[in-house]
């Protein structure tokens, strides 16, 4: 059976085998740590992140699997540079979230669409980010204009901007913007549900920077006329990350272009 690499993340990478996502571990230089972490992990989201009633239905569906640490996987993990000190893998295993066949399109730093080639069906990949704040300033827009992005949209606010402003000439269906627009519009949408999430665990930072880093998929089908959410990069962080979170938090409270909340959190 041959591997078909997917995609790389800060941590771990992915590749396609027979028809499903494989998740590999990248955390760790030893194979057996990267397992460890694996269940860990595994457990956390199905505690911690699938239970959550707002996300229940919409978080990736996965199963953790062992797998035998054969010559396809041995050269993956020696490209990696990691040390095969165990004889299988964990790996977590999901569904392929867009068409096989599609073609990648990146909008910009945040944003990018698969799409077949008659544009009958459409992936919309996108990382809102921090959606519940405590603070009176926006902290996606503000640490946008920190890093000096052009980015004029907020995932919080105003749908039909974020339509004209990623989707502007790209040559997708009206019938496709027009759908994306009203579900983004609805009280259900990913957007509302992840800032309800938020907002719920805001006193678990553990649990609550999960959710600020996670990845939505919205898949459009010109045949059902249907937009189906899919919530992944749902991973518990590591603990030495919030001394990063914590110096990029001072960095912003201190930012002279700190940008008004949207909302009046409470």
């Known amino acids: 059976m041959t591997l078909l690499f997917v995609g790389r993340g800060n941590a771990n990478v992915c590749y396609l085998l027979s028809g499903e996502v494989y998740r590999i571990s990248l955390r760790h230089q030893k194979l057996s740590r990267n397992n460890a972490y694996v269940q860990d992990n595994f457990q956390f989201i199905d505690s911690k992140i699938r239970s959550l009633p707002m996300l229940a239905d919409v978080v990736v569906s996965m199963r953790l699997e062992e797998v035998f640490v054969d010559t396809k996987w041995i050269n993956v993990l020696k490209d990696e540079n990691i040390l095969i000190d165990d004889s299988h893998m964990q790996c977590i295993v999901m569904p392929l979230l867009h068409a096989k066949d599609s073609t990648c399109e990146q909008l910009d730093h945040f944003n990018q669409i698969y799409r077949c080639s008659l544009n009958d069906a459409i992936t919309w990949e996108f990382k809102p980010k921090w959606l519940y704040q405590s603070s009176d300033y926006c902290r996606n827009c503000t640490h946008n204009s920190l890093k000096g992005r052009d980015i004029e949209y907020c995932f919080l606010h105003d749908p039909e901007l974020i339509i004209e402003t990623l989707f502007a000439g790209r040559q997708v269906p009206e019938e496709f913007l027009d759908d994306i627009l009203q579900y983004l519009q609805s009280s259900d949408s990913i957007t509302q549900r992840l800032y309800a999430a938020q907002r719920f665990v805001k006193d678990d930072l553990s649990t609550l920077m999960t959710l600020r880093d996670v990845t939505?998929?919205?898949?459009?089908?010109?045949?059902?006329?249907?937009?189906?959410?899919?919530?992944?990069?749902?991973?518990?962080?590591?603990?030495?990350?919030?001394?990063?979170?914590?110096?990029?938090?001072?960095?912003?409270?201190?930012?002279?272009?700190?940008?008004?909340?949207?909302?009046?959190?409470?």
Request: charged letters at 25%.
């Open 216 to 266: 939505c998929f919205l898949t459009w089908s010109r045949n059902t006329r249907s937009v189906k959410a899919t919530i992944i990069d749902v991973d518990q962080k590591p603990a030495n990350k919030l001394r990063h979170w914590q110096s990029t938090e001072s960095a912003l409270a201190s930012f002279p272009g700190k940008k008004k909340a949207h909302f009046n959190h409470q």
